[in-house]
């Protein structure tokens, strides 16, 4: 048995895929069936390589080779929303001429946006002849989107085959597709909550299934078509419905639809009119599913509002106002569902299916230590980072007094769960706990639950329990309980900051490591980082950086998580820049300095030069003024120079008639000398 799937890489064909080729649980002693062999071909765009269960990929430059393999296969499936139409015509142009020599299914995915111009305020049917005539092509496409349809289900009038259309309704869940949910969730994750918008009213009704449940219809609709081609008896009869506790079977009543038919259009369905398939689950309002997803993801409250903006904004997919009945195949007991109660019933599953699709994970980290080590700065550093919340004591307890339910009187433990950790930003995205719990006690308050102790009663205990109302009864024994770590709030990191680490850690420091839970982390298989912050980094972005980097190797020492975060060559690159910058930054302060010294030197030396030029000067005048006195006669020197201080000096000594005469001229010519130089 050959199975084709066109695109097989694109999501709806790798799950569509998996489900043709798994094989249901036998008995031990039947063998299991033989798995079918899967060709197809694949879609460029997509990054995701082929399954592996793909024994052969087809090439679309060729179509007449294409849909000769295509017709060689028992089954062939084709998906409106994930490839071109000139793909879906190819096939289904050459079928109208081909002759089948065996027995063929043809299944053809649309969209339910094909049914918007039959909606008038009431509930579709496939069935309706009505209904399917009022069909429009979705927007954004041409009218050959419904040909492609009625061509599709034209095939059924062909010997040895058997033709399906099925129209699905939005597709979610398994990580959501790009031109779908894929943004709210995102969005949603990351807690971007200015993003989040109801487009217009929100309260069109919006078909939607989740895509593995549409794969589940196709291996249905495939596994009914090989029953019908060999005889069997069709698993999933439209004439009866089996009630879903499985005890009793009740006719199907076709007639009221048929009646309501013929109310509509007096004639019953033409000759020639097959009917498609509509295929979706719960109908929801498009407000509920946003508000839905943001309230389990984002975590907003039920009486936050979300802004509403413009119809004219809104994509087609999210505008649809359809309520379709679905087909009778997904009412049987036979078809086993996935998600019927839909999305917004089953949010917290399609919410884990997101996250485990995309990669996502919590990141829990804890930071504890000495105070006024700066744990506060890092931790916010942590947080900005990875994109997570930070909680602290001081901020549960803010939250707590600005929500109403709050009690002053609650311990530390029980704020932090509830208005911290427990929060539902907190149980996807992960946070930072800053500086608690900081010992043994708050620890135990914080990473431990109690449950009850279930311990079987032994079969005296139980007679006693059925004693008569007359006996008197011992005293009701209150329940016993037991402590077990709370798995959802243990941290994957634990950093403590110390601000000192010797090589001999003595009794003290043991007992204080205790004190800051060190013991207990180890105890729940928590690896703690002891960080040694002695000098500080405040002022230096290099060291600080540094530091940042020690604290993230740590944290992604298993491996850096996705969670919409910059890859690990995006943060390397960012790291060199920094340091780049820094090094530049330094280089730049010693080209500076060294200018500066430069420019000193150089004043230095100008200073100097000018300072030799005026000496040269001064000393070319010295010699001129010592060679004009040399060239004097001695006579003239000394009645010009010495004479008339002389004769001063001789007058003031007669007036003060010294004791030493000698000593007294010469002191009196030298201050004279002095004050000549001067």
Request: charged share 30%; with cysteine; aromatic share 8%.
């Amino acid at each position: 048995m050959r199975l084709f799937i066109n695109n097989v890489n694109a999501p709806l064909g790798r799950l569509v895929c998996a489900q043709l080729r798994q094989v249901a649980k036998t008995e031990d002693d039947e063998e299991p069936p033989e798995l079918p062999r899967v060709i197809g071909t694949i879609r460029e765009e997509e990054v995701a390589e082929k399954p592996k269960a793909v024994q052969r990929v087809l090439s679309k430059s060729k179509p007449k080779i294409l849909a000769k393999a295509v017709f060689e296969c028992d089954a062939a499936v084709y998906c409106m929303t994930e490839c071109d139409p000139w793909e879906v015509e190819n096939v289904l142009n050459r079928a109208e001429a081909h002759d089948f020599d065996h027995a063929f299914t043809f299944i053809l995915l649309t969209s339910a946006e094909g049914w918007t111009g039959a909606y008038e305020g009431r509930e579709l049917s496939a069935s309706s002849p009505e209904d399917f005539e009022s069909r429009r092509a979705p927007e954004g496409a041409s009218g050959l989107w419904r040909a492609l349809e009625d061509k599709a289900l034209a095939l059924n009038t062909k010997p040895n085959v058997i033709s399906y259309v099925v129209c699905h309704g939005v597709l979610y869940g398994r990580g959501e597709l790009q031109e779908g949910f894929y943004g709210l969730f995102k969005d949603s994750w990351r807690g971007q909550r200015d993003s989040l918008c109801i487009f217009g009213s929100g309260d069109n009704c919006l078909p939607m299934i989740h895509i593995l449940d549409l794969a589940r219809i196709v291996k249905a609709l495939f596994t009914r078509a090989a029953a019908v081609a060999s005889g069997q008896e069709d698993p999933f009869k439209v004439n009866e419905v089996w009630q879903w506790q499985g005890r009793a079977k009740v006719r199907l009543q076709r007639k009221k639809e048929r009646r309501a038919v013929k109310k509509r259009k007096p004639s019953k369905l033409p000759a020639g009119f097959w009917v498609p398939w509509l295929a979706g689950d719960k109908v929801t309002d498009a407000r509920e599913v946003i508000r839905a997803v943001a309230e389990e993801i984002l975590g907003i409250e039920e009486d936050t509002g979300i802004r509403e903006v413009g119809m004219d904004m809104c994509p087609a997919w999210l505008s649809l106002n359809l309520k379709i009945r679905q087909s009778d195949m997904l009412k049987h007991p036979h078809f086993s569902w996935h998600c019927r109660e839909g999305l917004v019933r089953k949010i917290n599953d399609v919410a884990k299916e997101f996250c485990r699709a995309r990669k996502l994970e919590p990141i829990r980290v804890l930071i504890y230590g000495e105070p006024q080590c700066g744990k506060s700065h890092f931790a916010k550093k942590i947080s900005e980072h990875y994109n997570i919340p930070l909680v602290s004591l001081e901020s549960a307890r803010a939250l707590q007094k600005s929500r109403e339910g709050g009690k002053p009187d609650e311990a530390d433990s029980a704020v932090m769960r509830r208005y911290g950790v427990d929060r539902a930003e907190c149980k996807y995205r992960g946070w930072v706990l800053d500086g608690y719990p900081s010992n043994v006690k708050e620890a135990r308050g914080m990473f431990f639950d109690e449950i009850p102790n279930e311990i079987e009663q032994p079969e005296d205990a139980k007679d006693e329990a059925e004693a008569p109302d007359n006996v008197d009864q011992p005293a009701a024994v209150p329940p016993r309980t037991k402590t077990v770590p709370a798995r959802q709030r243990i941290p994957h990191s634990a950093i403590r900051f110390v601000t000192s680490i010797g090589a001999q850690e003595g009794s003290e420091h043991q007992s204080k490591a205790e004190d800051m839970c060190d013991v207990l982390l180890q105890d729940l298989g928590v690896e703690t980082l002891a960080l040694d912050v002695s000098s500080s980094v405040a002022g230096d972005p290099e060291r600080e950086l540094m530091r940042f980097e020690k604290l993230r190797m740590y944290i992604e020492r298993n491996g850096r998580p996705f969670n919409f975060l910059a890859s690990d060559a995006e943060v390397s690159k960012e790291v060199r820049q920094v340091l780049d910058r820094a090094a530049h930054a330094l280089r730049q302060i010693s080209e500076d300095e060294e200018t500066k010294a430069n420019l000193r030197r150089a004043e230095v030396a100008r200073k100097e030069a000018v300072f030799d030029v005026e000496r040269q000067s001064a000393i070319a005048e010295w010699r001129e003024k010592v060679s004009i006195l040399r060239e004097k006669p001695l006579r003239e020197y000394v009645l010009e120079y010495i004479i008339p201080d002389l004769t001063e000096g001789l007058a003031e000594m007669c007036k003060v008639d010294p004791d030493d005469p000698i000593e007294y001229i010469a002191n009196y010519l030298e201050a004279k000398a002095a004050e000549t130089t001067t």
